[in-house]
């Protein structure tokens, strides 16, 4: 295929894509992010992440190449860069919050909501770890009673420590969440979505809005909550991603600290 006049936006997932998981970009990723927007392409992120938070993230590292729209929390929220307008799309009701907090009990689990750069999670953070990657996320963690939660949310996340993923995963297997959409997108959080929401959404909005055809969206990603929007948009998945991943994608690219998207634009003469 002719990448080069069939694609008109590049929409990127954040963590294991743009930076990696030890939080650092690389000089290639920034110089495809520097061509790409001289070449006049929509450049938009999708992240798990509210967009508040997901543009901070983004501006640590990018600030010199402008985005053009942020969707957060996996495609509940929507930031227009030309205003910094965010709407919430698809909200989780207040009850299915609360319903969440009682049936996610659990001593390995955290439960926590994005309120602005508060945290709310349900009991006290001693994990460094956990507190690690709150603070590369400016969150800070604040006791919260989910029993009496009356306000709609964006998601809630189950944090954990990747070293207790196997038992946090039969756990979350035992559970009825057929209600809501529920996914990891990173080795630590697992996230708690609306029903039907997810970033395959966030591709078909933008697509809208670009007056554009979904599949003339180029998408970068490595995680499960990466997989609908790697199927709505031409999506490339990158090497670092799991291998029960990379066998349903058919484009792929090399892993994030390894010239990966700077790669497959160059090679596709998109840059």
């Given amino acids: 295929m002719n990448y080069k006049d069939y694609i008109k936006a590049i929409m990127f997932d954040f963590d294991g894509t743009l930076i990696d998981f030890n939080y650092q970009a690389t000089d290639y990723t920034k110089e495809a992010l520097k061509l790409l927007s001289e070449k006049g392409y929509k450049i938009v992120l999708s992240s798990g992440r509210p967009c508040y938070i997901a543009k901070k993230a983004y501006e640590q590292f990018f600030k010199e190449y402008p985005l053009d729209y942020i969707f957060g929390c996996n495609g509940s929220e929507m930031m227009d860069l030309k205003n910094n307008q965010i709407d919430l799309l698809f909200p989780l009701k207040a009850e299915i919050v609360r319903k969440i907090g009682k049936m996610l009990n659990h001593p390995k689990i955290t439960l926590g909501i994005y309120d ?60 009825d969440l057929s209600d809501v959409n529920g996914f990891f997108s990173s080795p630590i959080c697992f996230e708690i979505a609306p029903k039907g929401i997810s970033k395959g959404k966030s591709v078909e909005l933008l697509a809208d809005k670009l007056n554009i055809e979904p599949k003339q969206i180029l998408s970068f990603g490595d995680m499960e909550n990466d997989v609908d929007m790697l199927l709505t948009a031409t999506g490339v998945i990158m090497d670092n991603a799991a291998d029960e991943l990379k066998n349903i994608i058919p484009l792929h690219t090399d892993a994030v600290d390894k010239m990966g998207i700077y790669k497959f634009l160059k090679e596709n003469n998109l840059i």
């Fill in 116 to 175: 602005g750069e508060t945290f709310l999670v349900n009991k006290e953070v001693n994990n460094p770890v956990l507190i690690d990657w709150m603070n590369a996320r400016w969150l800070t963690p604040v006791i919260y009673d989910y029993s009496i939660n009356d306000k709609d949310r964006s998601k809630v996340l189950a944090i954990s420590d990747p070293n207790d993923r196997k038992e946090v995963q039969e756990f979350l297997n035992s559970l």
